[in-house]
């Protein structure tokens, strides 16, 4: 009986081995995404996105491992360097993405990227993605920041929700006095505070100057009376009150549940935001442009597809790799929408069930241009200094003019 | 057997390949980290534009400059070494001074202040955050006390010291622990004798159980030290990241925010060339008593050996 049973066992051994070096199984390919956490209003999406692709190609199996979106970061760059990045993985565009362009760890896609597969794309949604005429990445999302409004708290004390620089400050005023913090920030993480100076620098500055600094277009400056003036209006809001006595003790997620709580009345948010609210407060929200200062940039907006799927150089299997990162970027960018996590990157017959990303996708289209955010569109340490001087002059130790001065160091590398 | 082990070359031998092992794990990578921090950049970064800088990152390092934090994440480092010093193991040895004395309910007291050092690191920052960020405001407020602009974590003159609290309160027992298991060795008849002798109290503490466990307060001092210079976790936690300048914390922004690689590895060498200074200094102050020069061995030393 024994000798039977060791038979059997040998025999199952060796036949499982035959299997796994046998041709005809599924290409493995393993992948890497955000949002590990429940409550991210993308993983509901990429868990349909991953349910369809393994219904429609069974010949790849993809294996996936979860992060959270910072940790990942720090995870991604230390895994490129000893060149063992996953197949295909999820990105930020602009400097972070140049960051592994050019340490030659990302896979130029431009020899599958067929004219009919970018056709299906949104207009310029690969300008964040392309370095030296080669695109390195393909977009779920196109991205923007608005001003989130609770139009509850705005009726209840008689505001009315700004459209001018000048509303603005008397709506910031206005909520003081009645005792209620006028705009959520999360200061501790720094990026939501850039949230709140690039739409302000945009608005004073203009697209085509902040572009230039932004990318270190030869001849750009910080050092002119725009930045200072846009540094100085957020000194402004800072010295009116209208953020949080502690902004800076809170991270960004800890700001979010005053708002999502009724309390706070106005919020600068990127455009998955509105996923997060709840059905209720969806129908309180109204997401509207951040307000004009007239100096004719006001129909312009922060943001662009900022996000999408890469493949590593060093995969073994691009072919397969590129069926899987056009087709996770694609449903990604069409599930997101349909549950209002994100605006669509790709041409989509899609509708959104959610009001306010409606409200954001209505306005954005109407808007002239779009321009990546400081911290995504800067690299390695440019983009820490955007994060880290806005965050000195939040805590009073840093002031406008100084600001300008530190942020114009990084044209002196 | 025990002809083996009298073999100095068997030693040897048995002893190879964990030598080999540590010296893999430990000794090369601080050399390679060595080399990497003399390089412009590393060559798996850039390729063939790797080259041979010397000095250059350590230069830029320890130059002020305005938008330079190293330094002051440097002195930072030090404070909270010195709070460590002088305050947590102060504290400690009192603690374990009046638990090894024998209280009622000993063990209850020594397991309790043992509890925050087997917690997580970041469970420990993530309550002390809860405290920072709920109970201390709401205690302020109902006293009508001033909260710190920005919050206890967000004021730029506070947010150090607030930050320092969790991981001197954390590691009190620890320490504690160390000290209280030394006194414990310390043998009956001598005490006995020193009561006899008329001592007690402050004067039992000072002149018989602090001088016999020395070695041990010697252990404590380097572990806090090395701590300190190390600190890295509880701050990443509390403050979000790197919002607070400490050596450990800017090496690892440099490494993984700013990718500059060789940078960020003169600072992991400044780092662990600070641990080894500190360490030697600690030796040469506790230095056995027949190596300081012309003196002999104290009354207490010859009884710790009786």
Redesign the interface.
């Known amino acids: 009986m024994k000798k039977i049973l060791a038979l059997a066992l040998a025999l199952a051994m060796a036949l499982s081995l035959t299997a796994a070096f046998a041709d005809g199984g599924p290409v493995v390919l393993k992948v890497a995404s955000i949002w590990s956490a429940e409550t991210e209003a993308n993983r509901a999406p990429m868990l349909k996105t991953l349910a369809e692709f393994e219904e429609a190609h069974p010949e790849i199996k993809l294996e996936v491992e979860w992060y959270e979106a ?1 940790a990942w ?2 995870q991604g ?2 895994l490129a ?2 060149d063992s990045l996953p197949d295909v993985f999820y990105w930020n565009a602009g400097g972070v993405l140049w ?1 592994l362009v050019s ?2 760890d990302i896979l130029p896609l431009d020899e599958y990227l067929t004219d009919e597969i970018k056709g299906q794309l949104i207009g310029g949604a690969l300008a964040n993605m392309t370095f030296d005429g080669k695109v390195y990445q393909l977009p779920y999302t196109n991205a923007c920041s608005c001003l989130y409004c609770n139009t509850e708290l705005f009726d209840k004390y008689g505001v009315k929700i700004p459209e001018t620089w000048d509303e603005l400050l008397e709506a910031v005023k206005a909520f003081r006095e009645a005792g209620v913090v006028p705009m959520a920030l999360g ?4 990026w939501p505070t850039n949230m709140y100076t690039d739409i302000i620098a945009l608005r004073f500055v203009g697209d085509e100057a902040c572009r230039a600094c932004y990318y270190k277009t030869e001849g750009a400056t910080f050092l002119t009376d725009d930045w200072k003036e846009a540094m100085t209006a957020f000194q402004t809001l800072i010295d009116l009150g209208a953020f949080p ?7 960004r997620d ?1 700001s979010e549940v005053p708002y999502f709580n009724g309390e706070i009345p106005m919020y600068v948010h990127g455009q998955w935001f509105s996923g997060s609210l709840s059905a209720e407060m969806q129908n309180k929200v109204k997401a509207v442009k951040f307000p004009a200062v007239g100096k004719g940039y006001d129909n312009q907006w922060m943001g662009g597809p900022a996000e999408g799927f890469s493949i590593s150089a060093h995969t073994e299997h691009p072919a397969e790799a590129f069926v899987a990162c056009q087709f996770l970027a694609q449903h990604q960018s069409d599930n997101g929408f349909e549950c209002g996590a994100g605006l669509p990157a790709w041409k989509t017959e899609v509708q959104c069930g959610n009001p306010v990303m409606n409200q954001i996708a209505e306005q954005v289209a109407a808007g002239d241009s779009l321009l990546l955010w400081g911290n995504t569109a800067l ?3 440019d ?3 955007i994060g ?1 001087t806005v ?1 000195d002059v ?4 840093s002031t406008p003019e100084q600001w300008c001065e ?1 942020m114009e ?1 990084i044209f002196g590398k | 057997m025990k002809r083996v082990l009298s073999n100095k070359w068997s030693i040897m031998v048995f002893v190879l390949p964990t030598v080999l092992f540590f010296t893999y794990i430990v000794i090369f990578p601080i050399f390679k980290t060595l080399w990497y921090s003399l390089l412009n950049e ?1 060559p ?4 063939d534009a790797s080259r041979f800088s010397g000095l250059e990152h350590y230069i830029t390092m320890l130059t002020p400059g ?2 330079n934090r190293f330094p002051g994440a440097v002195g930072n480092s030090l404070l909270y070494a010195a709070l460590s010093v002088f305050i947590q193991l102060p504290f400690s040895l009192l603690i374990a001074l009046l638990l090894a004395n024998g209280p009622k309910g000993e063990r209850f007291y020594r397991n309790t202040f043992f509890v925050p050092v087997v917690i997580s690191s970041v469970v420990v920052s993530l309550l002390w955050g809860r405290i ?2 709920g109970l201390l ?1 709401q205690l302020f407020e109902s006293l009508s006390w001033q ?1 710190p ?8 003159n506070t947010k150090i010291w607030f930050s320092f609290i969790p991981s001197l309160w954390q590691y009190v027992g620890y320490h504690m622990l160390l000290m209280y298991g030394a006194l414990k060795t310390i043998p009956g008849d001598i005490l006995e004798a020193a009561t006899v002798d008329g001592a007690s109290g402050a004067k039992m503490a000072f002149r018989i159980q602090i001088p016999m466990i020395k070695p041990m307060l010697k252990v404590c001092l380097s572990f806090s030290l090395i701590g300190s210079f190390k600190l890295f976790d509880t701050p990443w936690v509390l ?3 790197a ?1 607070m300048d400490l050596p450990a914390l800017s090496m690892y ?2 490494m ?6 060789s940078y960020a590895s003169a600072q992991a060498i400044f780092i662990v060339a600070e641990c080894l200074v500190f360490t030697a200094l600690l030796n040469w102050v506790f230095r056995e008593e027949s190596e300081k020069p012309g003196k002999k061995p104290r009354f207490g030393k010859g009884l710790a050996r009786k």
Do not use: C, W
């Not at chain 1, 939040?394 to 130790?397: E, R, S, V």
């Open positions: 910072n970061k720090d760059e230390t360097l000893s960051n340490s030659g200061g501790g993480d720094k006595d502690d902004a800076l003790s809170l991270t800890e690299s390695g340490d983009a820490t200094l880290d965050y939040l805590a009073g130790t530190d160091t | 590393i798996a970064k850039i390729g305005r938008r920072y960020k405001p909260i602009k920005n919050g206890f974590l967000g004021n730029a403050l979000e990241r919002n922004v440099e993984f925010s700013n990718h500059k690689y």
